[in-house]
């Protein structure tokens, strides 16, 4: 089992559901919903407020006090020898991240969730989620905040995967098209052909009839 300590990768998770595609212009604000494991108890998904949710192809880094959850929910100081973990939900539950550990309850806090969102256009393909703890272990007290940060990477490979099959497409049009051009060029050349043994077979059955 990997340390609380050591950098995670959860890798790319897409949820894949018969939804609507939702499209984004750049800046628009990307739907964020969290929910939290404590003591056994799970909370219910609840929308994030603006300020703390990603914007479409935007850079940026927010800071947030996810302990606060733990005070909400039994009203009393986080004692540091709980385990506490956060899940993250975008775009309508279409991408929901693994439970991501804030503290092990053994003196180990996250630092950063970078999330890495990877677009086509103006539509969100996948999200990566990647986890680093504070260097320093076994802290006494809790950090006030985790850094949320939010980074942006354009599908390259889709959209050279889609101009090649859009290539694919239009040379089997052009070759389609030349072979019918082809084809139809034949069929007028016998055409003509035929009309001209015809004339050339009537004039010398007129020739003979006189």
Known sequence: RSSPRERMAAGWFTLVLALPVVGYRHGDHVTLLKRSQFQGMRTKWSEMEGKYAPHFGVQRTVTLDPLFEIQKQTASQYKTHESFKISFSFVNDRFITPWLTVTDGRGNFLHNIVFTFK????????????????????????????????????????????????????????????????????????????????????????????
Do not use: C
């Open 119 to 210: 677009y086509l256009g103006h539509h969100i393909k996948g999200v990566k989620v990647d986890t680093d703890y504070h260097p320093n272990s076994k802290l006494k007290v809790p950090p006030k905040h985790v850094n949320l940060v939010y980074n942006w990477e354009a599908d390259v490979e889709t959209d050279s995967q889609m101009g090649f099959t859009a290539l694919l497409i239009l040379t089997t049009l052009g070759t389609w098209g030349a072979g019918f051009l082809v084809v139809r060029g034949t069929m007028d050349d016998d055409e003509h052909a035929g009309d001209r043994r015809h004339r050339s077979s009537a004039r010398r059955k007129k020739g003979r009839d006189r």
